[in-house]
Structures are given as structure tokens and as C-alpha cells.
């Protein structure tokens, strides 16, 4: 991955833009600032683990049980530990790459879980929470990741897309899929994720406007995470992102991304509503990227500790924590259990890794194009050839 040069070298809060005049303005942090308006956050419960009321939001939680807020702790602190272990499988030379999710736990997981079964989700590639919340097994979202297959898991089996690279573009496959099932009448909706970053993409306006219009039963879940590899937010736009919903005709909600019952909360209404044929919705979870934004990244060369160590004091796991004991609803049995749990997920990862089967030396061949290629029937057979060299006529 490339580093804007110039990005590492200055700080990230000075972002500056030249006025047609030619003066140059400094953008105000947090957008709100082209419009006079200071952005609205919707929290539910504080970094320090308090309820807060709110007259909008309370009731799509209000009948959430303890066993259920367990549940999405449970949830939280799993991927947690296996985006851990995944990172150091890559650091093991056992995957080739690992995109980690570290901070966006409550965001993932609580839009996640405010998703129903037939509903259907389209991903970027740091979507690991949201894969869990809809069953696909978590060591079937590594194969990529060590390069042994092109995807490792059914799209349909759990209504849950795979994964997409090219940055924005599954927003106009979630836009094409919702006005498709609005045709079908299915009262289902479609949920597409991506990143701070991805919203300067056209794809994502096209999708927005097709969505707008035709009033697709779609949510937008933006989880800005603060950097779109090396580029800060301020970067990206001036106004905070979820006001640009208001452009294209339908509604914008800032939540606290980090705050797993808000963002369970606002994702439901928002479902609600392209269920009730009210149209798309923008999430935009206000989270951070703990991490590198690969493990090909080194974040250290364009951002400050101080930033990292603001967002750790918001963590979406402690804060759940505190809530939890606080109100009595977990015990150290509880925790101590979950623990157990996350070192046998851990071991079942690492072993299940280890034992993937490379795949046939020619597949990557193959499913390029449906009727063959003269330029891929070339390319391997020189590869054939290649292979044909070495003593063994392997190439292992
Ligand atoms: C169309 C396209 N352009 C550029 C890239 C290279 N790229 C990979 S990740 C990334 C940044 C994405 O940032 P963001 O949308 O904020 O998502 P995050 O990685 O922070 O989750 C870029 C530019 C790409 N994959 N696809
Ligand atoms: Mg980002």
C-alpha cells in the first residue's frame, strides 16, 4: 500500500484548502463547519459504561435482555480475538495479508446484529464482525488472505456478499440488489458497508442518486474510521458525512460507532425503514481504526500516539464491560469463560489455517473467462512450462 508522501510529514489536523481567491483556509475539524451546524452524535451509552437516554433511539433497545447484551459482548470480544490471531498468523508468514478491524468492534456488530436472516449484506474487506454476526465461519474468511481461494465462503448460504476490494463499488451491487428484491416485493433490505475513504468514490454517489430515486430498500453503513490508508477524513469532505445524505434526498444519522447499543439502535430504525418503503438511509458510525490499515501499513509515519491513545479511553469492549457490571448483568464466571472461549477459537483458527490445502498450481487459470481466453491459454502454457523446468516438474 502507498503512503502520501506528504502526509507523513504533516500533521493530520491542518488540513487546508486554496479559497478561489487564493488565500488559503484552513478547514474546520469536523465538518459541521461549512454549514454552521455542530454534528450530531447518536450514543446510547458513554466510553464510561452509562446509559444515556434518548427519545429517538431507546425504543429499538428497550427490550434488549441481559442475556442479549451479554451476547453482543460475547460477539465484541470473539472477533476481537480473532482479528488477533489472524494479524499474527500474517506476522507467522501464514497469510499473506490481514486487513484488521481493532476498534470497530460495536459498529460491526451491532449493525450486524440488528440485521435479519433474509436480509443481505454486501462488505468491503474489514467486515469480519458483520461475517460472524451471519454465521460464516471465521476461518472461511482467511482463505483469500493466504491466497488459496477466491473467496472461501457461499454468498448465499448466509445472504453475506464476498468481500470486495475495488473501494466503493459494492454499494452500486447492494443499490442494484435492493431495487432488485423491491421488484421481487420481499419486504427484506440490503445493508452495504464501507469506509470514510470510499465515500469520495463515484460509485458511491451513483449509488446514493440510483438509490434515491428509486427508493431502494438499501442502508449505506459508512464506518468512518478516521483514515482511508494515509488519508485523514478532513481529506475526504467538509461537511461530516452522514449530511450528505440530505443532498440526495433521504436521511443522514452520525453514531457513535464505538457504542455497540447505538449503533444496534440506528441500524434497526434504519432497516425499518427500507422495509416500509421509506428508502435508503446513511449510517455513519463515527469509529476509529485502531490498527494499521493493513498489515502491509505502518500508520506510525503518517499519525501521532496521542490520537491512538484518545480513541483507546472509547473502547467498544470496555465500555460494554463497565456497562455490564455495573448493572450486574455479567458475573467473573461470565468473563472467565468467555476467555476459555477465545483461546480454543484462537487454536481451532491457527489450526484450520495451517491446514488449508494449497490449491491445484493451475486453478488460478481457471474462472477467468467462462469460454477461455487466447492470452490466459498462453499464459499458461508458459507457466506449464515454467513448472515443466524445475526437477521435479512441480516448481514446490
Ligand atoms: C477503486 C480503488 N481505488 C483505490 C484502492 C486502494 N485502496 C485500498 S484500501 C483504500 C482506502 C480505503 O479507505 P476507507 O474507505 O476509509 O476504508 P478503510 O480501509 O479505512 O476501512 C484504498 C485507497 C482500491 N482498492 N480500489
Ligand atoms: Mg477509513
Redesign the pocket.
Known sequence: ?TVESTAARTPRRSASTKSTAGKRTTAKKGAGAAQGTEPQLVQLLTPEGKRVKNAEYDKYVAAITPEELRGLYRDMVLTRRFDAEATALQRQGELGLW?SLLG?EAAQIGSGRALRDDDYVFP???EHGVAWCRGVDPTNLLGMFRGVNNGGWDPNGNNFHLYT?????QTLHATGYAMGIAKDGADSAVIAY??????S?G?VAESFTFSAVYNAPVVFFC???????S?P?EK?TRVPLYQRAQGFGFPGVRVDGNDVLACLAVTKWALERARGGEGPTLVEAYTY?MGA??TSDDPSRYRGDEERLAWEAKDPILRLRRYLEASNHADEAFFAELETESETLGRRVREAVRAMPDPDHFAIFENVYADGHALVDEERAQFAAYQASFADGQGD
Do not use: C, L, P
Open positions: 500500500m486487513a470497530q468491503t474487506y474489514r476490494i475495488v473501494i466503493g463499488s464501507f469506509g470514510d475513504g470510499a465515500s468514490q460509485d464506518q468512518n474510521n478516521q483514515w482511508a490508508i488519508e477524513t475526504q481504526r490499515h493493513t
